[in-house]
T-cell receptor
C-alpha cells in the first residue's frame, strides 16, 4: 500500500524568505500523480500544485515549485517570497493505479507559520 | 476547477441525533468523495459516493453510521447517524474526474457533538 510521509510537523519562515516542505512516498508504480494541498484556517482545501510522475520537468505555479526526485521517491514543495497568506497546513498527496477508485493518499501535514 | 458548496457550514448537535450534510457541484463530475478530518489531523476517506448505486466505504466506516446518497452527477449527501462526541470533526466533500486523480474540495462542515 502507498504511504506518504511528511517528516516536518511544523515549519516557520520569515516573510519574503524561501521555505521548503518535505514529502516522501512509497510506491511500486512507475506512473502516478503527486499533489500539494494547502489548508488555511478557513479549512478550505486548495490545490497548490500537481506533478505527473512521467514528466521529468518539475512543476511550477508562480511562487510555488516542486523538486520531484522519482528515484528517491521525494516530492518537496518550495515556496519563494513567502507571504503572510501562505500560513496554512500543507498536505502532500499521492494518486496512482494501486490506489483503486481514484482515491488519494494524504500525508500527515506540515503546519507552516509565516513570521512578519 | 469545479465550484463546490456544502451545507451546513457548521452545526452543534446533541448526541444520539443525526445530521445530513449536502454537497453541491456546479458541473457534472465523475467522482465524489467524503472525508473526515479530526482536529489537527490529516484527512481520512470515509467513502466514495457512486451515482445510482451504493457508496463504497473504507475500512472502519459502515453504511449504517454514514449513509450516503448520490442521486445525480452534481449532488451528494452524507448523514452522520446516532452521533457521539467522537464524531466531532470537519467533514469534507471532494470531486474528481478520475483521470488524473486531481480532487477539488468543498469548504467543509464543522460538526460539534455535545
Amino acid at each position: 500500500a502507498q504511504t506518504v510521509t511528511q517528516s516536518q510537523p511544523e515549519m516557520s519562515v520569515q516573510e519574503a524568505e524561501t521555505v521548503t516542505l518535505s514529502c516522501t512516498y512509497d510506491t511500486s508504480e512507475s506512473d502516478y500523480y503527486l499533489f500539494w494541498y494547502k489548508q488555511p484556517p478557513s479549512r478550505q482545501m486548495i490545490l497548490v500544485i500537481r506533478q505527473e510522475a512521467y514528466k521529468q520537468q518539475n512543476a511550477t505555479e508562480n511562487r510555488f515549485s516542486v523538486n520531484f526526485q522519482k528515484a528517491a521517491k521525494s516530492f518537496s514543495l518550495k515556496i519563494s517570497d513567502s507571504q503572510l497568506g501562505d500560513a496554512a497546513m500543507y498536505f502532500c498527496a499521492y494518486g496512482g493505479q494501486e490506489t483503486s477508485g481514484s482515491r488519494l493518499t494524504f500525508g500527515e501535514g506540515t503546519q507552516l507559520t509565516v513570521n512578519p | 476547477s469545479a465550484v463546490i458548496s456544502q451545507k451546513p457550514s457548521r452545526d452543534i448537535c446533541q448526541r444520539g441525533t443525526s445530521l445530513t450534510i449536502q454537497c453541491q457541484v456546479d458541473s457534472q463530475v465523475t467522482m465524489m468523495f467524503w472525508y473526515r478530518q479530526q482536529p489537527g489531523q490529516s484527512l481520512t476517506l470515509i467513502a466514495t459516493a457512486n451515482q445510482g448505486s451504493e457508496a463504497t466505504y473504507e475500512s472502519g466506516f459502515v453504511i449504517d453510521k454514514f449513509p450516503i446518497s448520490r442521486p445525480n452527477l452534481t449532488f451528494s449527501t452524507l448523514t452522520v447517524s446516532n452521533m457521539s462526541p467522537e464524531d466531532s470533526s470537519i467533514y469534507l466533500c471532494s470531486v474528481g474526474q478520475g483521470i488524473s486523480y486531481e480532487q477539488y474540495f468543498g469548504p467543509g462542515t464543522r460538526l460539534t457533538v455535545t
